[in-house]
Structure formats: structure tokens, C-alpha cells
């Protein structure tokens, strides 16, 4: 089931964390996320650590959210054992899978286990994915009556053969409706799209991002689709029933997302990823730019943003919970065992879910800060590169990879053909 | 008659008449070795403890590919009607690559076992050697081997056989080297009807060289045939085409293994070790006489073997270089035939310039590399021998297309060989027409047996080396065998062919081609590096051009999409690994101008493997 976890170091049973790791926490914000490993229906392209009914071997969802809860309270005990300074949550995030398939009270619930664990910071950022055809307006209001701020809806596509190839079974008139519903509630609205789909046209794409834009949301992400290895869709691609994704036609596509998003007065600031622009002048600016400068507290009419997100681009701390999460803190990284089943095992027995970690050498965390920092518009402060990474600089404005006003004000800031040729330009820079 | 004999004859003062030299000429795969391995069982020399399968071939690579490389003497007792004989089996390389070498190992002998597989028939390189024995005058004695074989058709290849070399096809004796049927007549017959050799015991003394070996523990090993005279050890000798003198360490014959004697006289065969560590101090065709009687007439020609072929040999590896160097010192120490110096490429390195006696040695060499110092090798396309006369008169040698001098050029001239092409008669046309587009005409053709064409082609070598065998092999499911041999050169409207990557000449894509294929050639290569090499940030024209005209072109779209939409959620272990293998890929670029070309685009553009590039 999807994609593999890495090859690391054994993780101890009772979850405690290198010494090096409460010593490298620097006072960063502290997230939460909270896998939801289950789906309907499986799509295609999809390799997520998820799981359809036929396909969970004897466990319930609905024993799910107790697990999820049980793990909340393992974390807080290994984060003190640890000696991990206490830091109150900044961003929750809920993803999956399909979180909306577990009713609105075991999302509450989970949500609860975490405040009492660390408390929710004022502020705080907390976000569900939703399928358009899961939620309704009160399951909406509810989870905004509990402190959810923010929901993520995956719409991928508004053209029904994009959709069927994808194997996303809504009803694309469904999705205005329920961003409604959602703002109504007073929650921030996100949609997720994807382009490159075989089959899908640039005329096609268009449409899509046409009806993205009608319902104004306050971020959208467009990510390229990516064949995955193990996925139906890989299978399907292989045995020629879809052709190969066309790199040209996809860059086509973003170059087309990228103009009416700007036009729109959507900001990127991610390589996938554009919030809408504040009403008033952006605060702070190219030259006060840097790593933290992005993940201030929110105020909701001008930042909308993911700072879940981006805290994973800037190395800060989370815990991932559910099987198969991913966690990071103080340099150490770690992973959980990937089945419900085994997660299920592991948590009720007392023991930590983890399957393996790792604590990058400095090395591997220079590579990690410059490829995920590189992503993020003004994210990386030239200062901060290694010497030979500096003296790439100029050749990436003479190539036009990297805005040149920008880097002399201090800080790599791709340009539109950098962000599409992105890991060429981490490359030279690592 | 009693099959062994009860004591053997003693080395140096054995009576000419009792000696009998033989070689053994046969096709590969044709059961020589089998049969030398039954008779070195039959006579004793070698117990059925101690036999092992292809007992003379020595080196892995002769045993595995079952031929010979180098040649091989071995003394064995056989005794008829209760006289003891002394038979030498000289074992000679199958291949034409090795005509001179096999030329004298026939010299040092009065007979030939003509030795063909009775399932098969005989093959174009037997002929050529059949050929040679003819022209040495040697007694022949045509042998069908395996015929235990369900398949073998002895009475159609007898007739072929007789057909040949006259004589009546039931004359023709049939043996199972497998089983050892027919060997021991064969070995009376070996004493029947072979001369024993001649030669005057009292003149000065001549031996003539026809193998020469490096052993690591003992320096080279010298063979001989003894013509005229004595030699013992401990005396001084003197090779007549150097006149370098050497004391003889020790002096004996193979038995199989080397048994020291006390000497060899008139119409032996056997070796001599001098202590001499380079075998191009012991040349094979070379006369070995003494220092204090020295023959004044040297036997008859030597001539240094000639490298026809040339190629590039880079190590894939490029810290590899000084293994590669230290690799070929040592294969030239036991092969007098190799030549090499220094080369470099931009696209491929640091590698060396060799040259070799066909494609056979080229092979074999490559695969020694690889196989004994475990190097990884490219090779370069073959070339052959240029000579190119400038419009101010200059003549340049061309072993190497970056050699083919700019400017206004007069002639070329290439070298030129007689092929001889043996098939079934089915194949008669698709052959002609590979004949005809490689710049072949027609000798003349000529009915082997019943079904079996042999043809005869004027070609140039170049159009050979370049992949014709695989070409030829495939046309005739397999049945095809080719022999040729150089005759000279020839002028002819050749050109260079270079290959551009964004304006920069990729040495190791130019080629000298007959003005008729500079086009096909251009498109092709053109067409393959499309192919292999992946996209750049900037678009990328490959240019094909002859000095300064464009002959074919093509270019490879810029690069407009690298980048990995999505992060994975929290799994930054599995981006920052797809990083480092991108790095690492991008490690094994090498850099043409600007453009970075993998390693593997080069090694497939030359070896015609055109896969689909990968993307990143």
C-alpha cells in the first residue's frame, strides 16, 4: 500500500529521543498532525499511507480516533522524558486519507486529546482536508464550533473525465457548495488541484482553474501529478492505456496557473502552493525576509498562508501521529509503522508506533534546509550558504533561475522558469 | 600393436627418421582440444588422474571460449610394430586474426590433421588455414570429428572433404574425440603417412621460434623447431634478426608438462628458457642459432606482426587509468602483437590508443582487461589504417579519426582485404547485398560440396571492423564464417565525419567514412544522441559536418519542467534522498561545452544500443 517508508535507524519501544534533539528544538513552533489513514475508495494516483474498508485487516475505523488519542498521550510523555522544553501548539493539522470520513466528534476528540496534552496556542492554525462529498455545512460548522480554523478542500480538477481518470468520485458541482458551507462557518477555505492528468488539455486545465478562482478561496495549491511507483496508475501508464506525463505540456500548465493566480492577486509563495495577497501592502517585504519572518502569528485577514506547511519546509518541530506519520524534532526524524493494524498493535500495548528514525548529519541537514528553504519564496537567506553555494549565485541570475533584485537584497527567490526547473537550481546550490 | 609405448625416446639424441611433427587444424568448437586431450591420454604422457578438459589451453579465456590463443608443443610417445616414434602435436591458433603465427607453427611441421566437426562441415577460416598448410607443403590428414553426434552427417562431409583435397571420401578416417573411436588409428596414421623430418645434424645450428610466452615465474618461454644442429644448455645462443645473445637457462620439451632434456637436436620440437622477461626479445618467426657457431642463413621470414585494427580504450572508471596502463604492460609482455599508447578524449578521458591484429584480438584483449585486472572498459568504433596525402603533399598516417589532418586533402588510401565468405547456398543473396553495401565486389564464388557457397570479396577492412560479422552472423541465422586477408591498399573518396554538440566536436563520435556514407552516418549518430542524451536548461543542436559543412542536424529541446511538485507531507527523508541520487547521477555527467552527456549516453551512442534517455 502506496509508497514505502525509508531505511533507518531501529526506534526505541518506548519512544524516547536522542539528548541532541531537545537541544536542537531553538524555541521553534510546534505542530501537530494527525493522520487519518482511511478512504472510500482508493484513487489511482494516489501511493498516501491509506487504507479502504476491504483492505484493513480486521480494524475498525471506528476504534481509530482512541488510538490516535493514546499515541497524543504517549508523545507528551516522550517529549518530557525527552526533556523537550514544553512549547504550546501552534498548528494542527488533520490529513489523510480522508479525515471528513471519521465523524465530526472523533476529529473533535482528537483535536481535545491534543490541547490537553500541550494546550493550543492563541492564534494557532488548525486544518482538516475534506473530500467535497464528505462534508455537509453542519459537519463544517461543528468542526469551526470545536477550533478547526481552516479547511483544505481536494477538488483536483472541475472537468468530470479529469476526474474519472483520477478516480475522484464528487460531483464537481458539489465543491462551491461546500466551500460555502465552509466560509460560512467562518473557516479559512483552501483547494487542492492537480494538473498533468493523462488526457487532461491545457484548455482543460484552464477550466478548472477558472472555477478555483469563481469561488475565491483564500489559498490554493496546484501540484503536478506524479506517477508513482506501485500505484494503479503507474500500472495503467505501463501497459499504454495513458500516456506518459508530457514535462512541456505540465509546464505549460503551470506557467498558465501562475498567471491567472497572479492575476487574481494570488501570491505564490511556495512552488505549489499561492495565498491570496493581504488587502493592504504585504508586511514586511524582501529585505526583512527570513526564515521566521513567514511564521508570525496569523492575522486572519492578511496571512493565509499554510504555516502547518511551512513549518515543514523550515525544519521546525511536529509530531506526526496515525500510522505511517512522519515526525521531526530537535534533528531527529522518525516514521510510524504503516498499518492500522500494526499501529493498532503497537499503541494499545503501551509501545511507540515508530518504525525507524534517523538524525541527519550535518550534512544531509544543510542539503534538507537548502531544498526545502529553495521552494519558499525569500526563504533562504544568501548569508546563510556554504561558500561554494554562494558562488553559484550569479550564474543562476545570468540563467535566470533566481531573481537577481532579490538575491542582492539578500535572499534566493526563484523565478517562474526557476520554479519550474527547481531541483536543477537546489542542485547547484547544495 | 600395443598403444603406449614402453619407454619413451630421449630428447637430443633421437634419429630424425623416429620423429614425427603435426599440427592440427581446425575450426573453433570443432574438437580440437577434445582430440589433443584423448591422444595426451592415450600415449600416456598424461594419466586419466590428471586429465582435465581442454588440458592445453591455458588461459580461462581459452578454455571458456574454446579456442586457442597461443600455440602449444607437446612430445608424445607412440610405438608401431614395436618402434618407438616421438610425436610432436603443435597446437596452433584457429583464428585468422593470428595468420602469422599460425603460419609458422605450420612451418614446424611436415603434417596437418585436417580436423573437421561431422555435423558441420568445414568453415571459412579452416579453409584459410587449410591453405597455409598446403603452401608449407604439408602432408594432410583429413579427420571427421564427432561423429557420436546423432546430427553428424559423415558420408556428406567426406565427400566434401575429399572434394577438397583429392583423394577418395572413404579414405577419409572418422573419430569421437568424446569417446576416443578412431584416435589410435589415427595416431598410426600420423606415423604412416607423415614425413619425418630432415635436416643436417652437423651445420650450424638453426631453430626456428614459432610461439613465444610470458610465465610469470619464469620469464618468456621460448618454442622451437629445430632445423639444423644441436642445442644444449647452458650454451650462449643468438637471435639472428636482433643479434641479442642469451645463455639458455633450460632447454626441454613439453611432455605436457616442461620436462628439461639434455638438449634438442635436428627435427625436434621443444622450448628453451633464457631467462629474458619481454617476449619482444624472442619474436616468433625469429631463427635462434648459437654464439659460437652462428648459422649465416636465417630460416625463412620474419616479419613483424602488423596491427590492422584500432581502438580506444578508456576505462570506465576514469581513476581506473593507471590500472589500465599497468593491465596492458602485462598483456604486452606475452603478446608481441599489442600496441598502445596514450590517448585522450574530452568525452571519454584518459584512455590508450591499441592496435591489433583484427577484431578476434580486439575481443580477446578486451576481455583479458576486464576479466584478469577487472577494469570496466569502453571501447571506441574500430578503425583501421589511413594513409591521407595532403593538396601540399604531406602523407599523413591515420590510426584515429582526430588524427585526419584540416585543409584540402589529395587521397586516402585504405587498406584492402580478399574475404572469403562461407554459407549455405540460401544465403547466397542476402549476403551479396551486405557485400555490396559495405563496398565489397565480387571475386568469385565457388561451390563447397553440395550445398555450402564459398564467395570472394575485395573489401575494404574498415567496412569489416565495423560491426559486419554481427551483420553477416545475423543475415545467415548464424551459418555464415568469414576469412580475410590484407592485400594492400587502395584509394578511395573518404571523409571525416564529425559529431557537434552545441558547436563542440565529440572526439569519440568522428569517423572516417566513404564519402557515399558521410550522410547516413551523420543521421544516424545525430539521430542516436537525440535519443541518449537528456535535456539541457538550454536547447542543445547536434550537428553531423564535414570540416565546416552541416551534413545533418537535429536538436534537443530545452529542459522546461524539473521539479517535484510536492514535499511529501512530512516525509523530507525520502526528497533530500531523491536529491542526493540526482546528484549523484549528475556526478557521472561529463561535460561536453556545457552540456552534461551521461557516461552511459556515450558507451550506448557507440555501441548502438539506443535506449530511451532517463529524465533526471
Not at chain 1, 84 to 111: A, D, K, N, W
Not at chain 1, 255 to 267: G, I, Q
Not at chain 1, 354 to 380: F, K, Y
Not at chain 2, 207 to 226: E, H, K, L
Request: aromatic share 6%; net charge negative.
Amino acid at each position: 500500500m502506496g509508497s514505502a517508508l525509508p531505511l533507518g535507524d531501529p526506534a526505541p519501544l518506548d519512544g524516547l529521543l536522542p539528548p541532541s534533539a531537545a537541544e536542537r528544538t531553538h524555541g521553534h513552533p510546534f505542530g501537530v498532525y494527525l493522520h487519518v489513514p482511511f478512504c472510500r475508495v482508493r484513487c489511482g494516483y494516489c501511493d498516501f499511507n491509506t487504507y479502504t474498508s476491504s483492505e484493513l485487516r480486521g480494524v475498525k475505523q471506528v476504534d481509530y480516533a482512541g488510538q490516535a488519542v493514546i499515541e497524543v498521550g504517549l508523545a507528551a510523555d516522550v517529549l518530557e522524558r525527552s526533556g523537550v522544553p514544553h512549547r504550546p501548539v501552534s498548528t494542527v493539522f488533520f490529513g489523510g486519507g480522508t479525515p471528513t470520513l471519521l465523524p465530526s466528534s472523533q476529529l473533535i476528540q482528537m483535536l481535545r486529546a491534543v490541547d490537553d496534552a500541550w494546550g493550543i496556542a492563541p492564534g494557532a492554525e488548525v486544518t482538516t482536508e475534506a473530500n467535497p462529498d464528505s462534508v455537509d455545512a453542519q459537519y463544517l460548522a461543528d468542526l469551526a464550533a470545536a477550533g478547526f480554523t481552516r479547511v483544505s478542500f481536494g477538488m483536483q480538477s472541475a472537468v468530470p473525465h479529469v476526474l474519472q481518470t483520477l478516480d475522484r468520485t464528487h460531483d464537481p458541482e458539489r465543491v462551491p457548495e461546500v466551500v460555502r458551507f465552509a466560509r460560512d462557518a467562518g473557516l479559512q477555505v483552501s483547494v487542492d488541484l492537480i494538473y498533468g492528468t493523462p488526457g487532461e488539455s491545457l484548455g482543460d486545465w484552464e477550466r478548472s482553474l477558472d472555477s478555483a478562482l469563481a469561488m475565491e478561496p483564500d489559498h490554493l495549491s496546484a501540484y503536478a501529478l506524479i506517477v508513482e511507483q506501485g500505484t494503479k496508475l503507474a500500472r495503467q501508464i505501463r501497459s499504454g492505456v495513458y500516456p506518459e506525463p508530457d514535462d512541456d505540456l505540465e509546464a505549460d500548465m503551470y506557467e498558465l496557473a501562475d498567471a491567472r493566480l497572479s492575476a487574481a492577486r494570488y501570491e505564490w509563495y511556495e512552488v505549489s502552493n499561492w495565498a491570496r495577497a493581504a488587502s493592504g501592502p504585504r508586511a514586511g517585504g524582501a529585505a526583512a525576509s527570513g526564515a521566521d519572518a513567514l511564521t508570525g502569528p496569523a492575522t486572519p485577514t492578511s496571512e493565509f498562508r499554510s504555516r502547518h506547511n511551512l513549518a515543514y519546509w523550515q525544519g521546525h518541530d511536529w509530531w506526526g501521529i496515525g500510522p505511517g506519520a512522519h515526525s521531526h524534532i530537535g534533528g531527529t526524524r522518525w516514521w510510524n509503522v504503516k498499518h492500522p493494524a500494526a499501529y493498532a498493535d503497537r499503541v494499545l500495548a503501551g509501545h511507540s508506533p515508530a518504525a525507524g528514525r534517523e538524525t541527519p548529519d550535518n550534512e544531509s541537514r544543510e542539503i534538507e534546509r537548502v531544498l526545502l528553504l529553495a521552494r519558499i519564496r525569500q526563504g533562504l537567506p544568501v548569508a546563510t550558504l556554504a561558500p561554494d553555494a554562494r558562488q553559484q549565485v550569479a550564474s543562476l541570475i545570468a540563467d535566470g533561475l533566481i531573481n537577481g533584485r532579490a538575491a542582492i537584497a539578500g535572499s534566493i527567490e526563484l523565478t517562474l522558469r526557476g520554479r519550474l526547473l527547481a531541483d536543477a537550481v537546489v542542485r547547484r546550490l547544495t | 600393436m600395443s598403444p603406449r609405448a614402453v619407454q619413451a625416446l630421449q630428447p637430443a639424441s633421437t634419429d630424425p627418421a623416429l620423429i614425427r611433427n603435426f599440427c592440427i587444424i581446425a575450426h573453433i568448437d570443432h574438437g580440437k582440444s577434445t582430440l589433443a586431450d584423448r591422444m595426451l591420454q592415450i600415449t600416456g604422457v598424461v594419466s586419466d588422474r590428471d586429465m582435465r578438459a581442454q588440458y592445453l589451453d591455458r588461459m580461462d579465456i581459452e578454455r571458456e571460449r574454446g579456442i586457442t590463443i597461443k600455440s602449444q608443443a607437446v612430445r608424445m610417445p607412440w610405438q608401431q610394430n614395436g618402434t618407438t616414434y616421438a610425436l610432436n602435436m603443435i597446437d596452433t591458433p584457429g583464428h585468422v586474426d593470428f595468420t602469422y603465427e599460425v603460419s609458422r607453427s605450420l612451418a614446424a611441421c611436415e603434417g596437418a590433421i585436417l580436423l573437421v566437426d561431422a555435423a558441420q562441415g568445414i568453415e571459412a577460416q579452416t579453409l584459410a588455414n587449410l591453405y597455409l598448410a598446403l603452401d608449407n607443403d604439408l602432408t594432410i590428414i583429413p579427420v571427421l570429428n564427432k561423429i557420436d553426434l546423432p546430427a553428424a552427417d559423415p558420408d556428406k562431409y567426406a565427400e566434401e572433404l575429399a572434394g577438397l583435397i583429392g583423394g577418395r571420401a572413404e579414405d577419409v578416417l572418422r573419430v569421437s574425440g568424446k569417446t576416443g573411436m578412431g584416435v589410435e588409428e589415427l595416431l598410426d596414421l600420423v606415423v604412416a603417412s607423415i614425413p619425418a623430418p630432415t635436416g643436417d645434424i652437423d651445420a650450424a645450428p638453426r631453430a626456428m621460434i614459432f610461439d613465444s610466452v610470458y610465465d610469470a615465474y619464469r620469464g618468456v618461454i621460448t618454442y622451437v623447431r629445430m632445423i639444423d644442429g644441436k642445442l644444449t644448455p647452458r650454451e650462449k645462443i643468438m637471435m639472428m634478426s636482433t643479434k641479442s645473445t642469451h645463455e639458455v637457462l633450460e632447454i626441454g620439451v613439453s611432455s605436457p608438462e616442461p620436462t628439461p632434456s639434455k638438449g634438442l637436436a635436428v627435427g625436434e620440437v621443444g622450448y628453451l628458457i633464457t631467462g629474458v622477461k619481454d617476449v619482444r626479445l624472442s619474436k616468433v618467426g625469429d631463427t635462434v642459432t648459437t654464439f659460437q657457431k652462428p648459422a649465416t642463413v636465417p630460416l625463412k621470414g620474419y616479419s613483424e606482426p602488423k596491427p590492422m585494427v584500432f581502438s580506444g580504450l578508456y576505462p570506465i572508471d576514469g581513476s581506473d587509468y593507471p590500472i589500465l596502463r599497468e593491465a596492458l604492460d602485462k598483456l604486452k609482455l606475452s603478446d608481441a602483437a599489442l600496441v598502445y599508447e596514450p590517448e585522450t578524449s574530452v568525452a571519454l578521458g584518459f584512455g590508450f590508443r591499441c592496435g591489433f591484429l583484427g577484431l578476434l584480438h580486439l575481443e580477446i584483449i578486451t576481455e583479458r582487461l576486464e576479466r584478469e585486472f577487472n577494469l570496466d572498459l569502453i571501447a571506441t568504433a574500430p578503425s583501421v589504417i589511413y594513409e591521407v596525402t595532403t593538396d601540399d603533399r604531406k602523407t599523413v598516417t591515420v590510426t584515429n579519426p582526430s588524427e585526419f589532418p584540416g585543409g584540402k586533402i589529395k587521397s586516402v588510401s585504405e587498406p584492402m582485404v580478399k574475404a572469403s565468405i562461407l554459407a549455405p547456398k540460401d544465403y547466397v543473396g542476402t549476403i551479396m547485398e551486405l557485400c555490396q553495401g559495405r563496398r565489397g565486389s565480387l571475386d568469385g564464388m565457388e561451390y563447397v560440396g553440395t550445398d555450402r557457397v564459398e564467395l570472394h570479396y575485395h573489401m575494404p577492412l574498415g567496412e569489416i571492423v565495423f560491426d559486419f560479422f554481427d551483420h553477416l552472423k545475423s543475415r545467415t541465422q548464424g551459418y555464415a564464417s568469414l576469412d580475410y586477408e590484407p592485400i594492400g591498399e587502395q584509394e578511395a573518396d573518404l571523409v571525416k565525419v564529425d559529431i557537434l554538440l552545441q558547436g563542440e566536436a565529440v572526439d569519440a563520435f568522428s569517423a572516417i567514412v566513404h564519402k557515399d556514407k558521410a550522410y547516413a552516418y551523420g543521421v544516424l549518430m545525430t539521430e542516436r544522441l537525440k535519443k541518449l542524451i537528456p535535456r539541457q536548461q538550454f536547447e542543445v543542436p547536434i550537428q553531423a559536418a564535414i570540416g565546416a559543412r552541416i551534413i545533418a542536424r537535429e536538436s534537443i529541446s530545452a529542459i522546461r519542467k524539473d521539479v517535484l511538485a510536492k514535499c511529501y507531507g512530512g516525509d523530507i527523508t525520502r526528497k533530500r534522498k531523491l536529491l542526493e541520487k540526482q546528484k549523484e547521477g549528475k556526478k557521472r555527467m561529463k561535460m561536453v561545452g556545457r552540456v552534461e552527456v551521461p557516461q552511459e549516453a556515450f558507451i550506448a551512442a557507440l555501441s548502438g544500443e539506443t535506449e530511451t534517455k532517463k529524465d533526471k
